[in-house]
């Protein structure tokens, strides 16, 4: 592919990627009893508390890294969803000096419900697009999962060696 292809694919793709985007949100703001019941949230704010729930709980180092963003940020946003009631603190039993950021009690049924309409969405989708672009669909997901995963695991390496894009010598390896 050339770099004007390249460029394109890339377009298309950004494009189908705001598309979805914006059908969830239509989607998560339309009228339900449970939505009605919900905090009002901003995506940021959803995203960080699936992320919670996902991991089963974590520290806002964790947190951080997560959602790749300083931890002073993840801090403050953890703050005001505590302050909400929505996320709980609470001390690590392993470690104490460690405090584990997870979904309240009160909010859980709420985040499991926003989760099923996710999945449902998606699900019907699925269901539109055919068998066999939804396979295609999930390898490709599957390949950029992974390309991402090696360029986090990338730049861990570089984090703890201190480089910053260091690449090996003509020949050599890193």
């Not at 302050?83 to 979904?103: K, Q, S, Y």
């Not at 909010?107 to 068998?131: I, N, S």
């Not at 995963?149 to 703890?160: F, I, L, M, N, V």
Request: net charge positive; proline share 3%.
């Amino acid at each position: 592919m050339n770099s004007r292809e390249r460029m394109e694919t890339a377009r298309v793709v950004y494009a189908a990627e705001r598309m979805l985007h914006r059908h969830c949100v239509a989607r998560f703001t339309s009228e339900s009893p449970r939505a009605k019941r919900s905090p009002a949230l901003t995506f940021p704010q959803v995203n960080m508390i699936m992320t919670i729930r996902a991991g089963g709980g974590m520290t806002v180092t964790r947190l951080a890294e997560e959602l790749r963003v300083k931890a002073p940020a993840v801090s403050a946003m953890v703050d005001r969803l505590v302050e909400m009631g929505v996320l709980t603190r609470t001390a690590n039993p392993e470690d104490r000096r460690e405090v584990i950021i997870r979904v309240s009690d009160r909010h859980e049924a709420w985040v499991a419900e926003l989760e099923r309409r996710k999945l449902q969405t998606f699900a019907e989708l699925v269901d539109r697009v055919g068998d066999d672009c939804a396979r295609t669909w999930a390898e490709v997901a599957l390949r950029i999962r992974e390309a991402l995963r090696e360029e986090d695991a990338g730049a861990g390496k570089r984090r703890e060696t201190g480089a910053r894009g260091a690449r090996p010598a003509k020949g050599g390896t890193l």
